[in-house]
């Protein structure tokens, strides 16, 4: 069963920093790409940062970009995203995403194909608030 999990989420102080991982337990996350995603409650899903299969680009939303790291551990097969200079607009529940198929966008989002190959994680809680 393909499974991603999330953790590391928490209550930071605004321009602070926090680092969320994604794990997987039965397939390799260097062969495919990786993409983050948040959302806050009313609003719609968005791709924060992306990274590629094996050779590793990444790419990211603008809203991130310069603040936000994604990288991967390819022993630990987890893939990272390390937020620093966080803004209370950054307050949302962030979770990974791959996809067999997919691939990242020039924005940071991954691009799910739709071939039914594509899974996702739960989620871990980012709360930047004084």
């Known amino acids: 069963q393909v499974q991603l999990v999330e953790s590391g989420g928490g209550v930071v102080q605004p321009g602070g920093s926090l680092r969320v991982s994604c794990t997987a337990s039965t397939f390799s996350l260097y062969d495919y790409p990786v993409g983050w995603f948040r959302q806050a409650p009313g609003k719609e899903r968005e791709g924060v940062a992306c990274?590629?299969?094996?050779?590793?680009?990444?790419t990211y939303a603008d809203s991130v970009q310069g603040r936000f790291t994604i990288s991967r551990d390819k022993a630990k097969n987890t893939v990272y995203l390390e937020m620093k200079g966080l803004k209370p607009e950054d307050t949302a529940n962030y979770h990974c995403?791959?996809?067999?198929?997919?691939?990242?966008?020039?924005?940071?989002?991954?691009?799910?194909?739709?071939?039914?190959?594509?899974?996702w994680g739960q989620g871990t809680q980012v709360t930047v608030s004084s």
């Open positions: 995403a791959t996809d067999f198929f997919g691939y990242c966008s020039k924005n940071g989002s991954l691009i799910v194909e739709g071939y039914g190959q594509d899974y």
């Open positions: 990274v590629k299969s094996r050779e590793g680009s990444t």
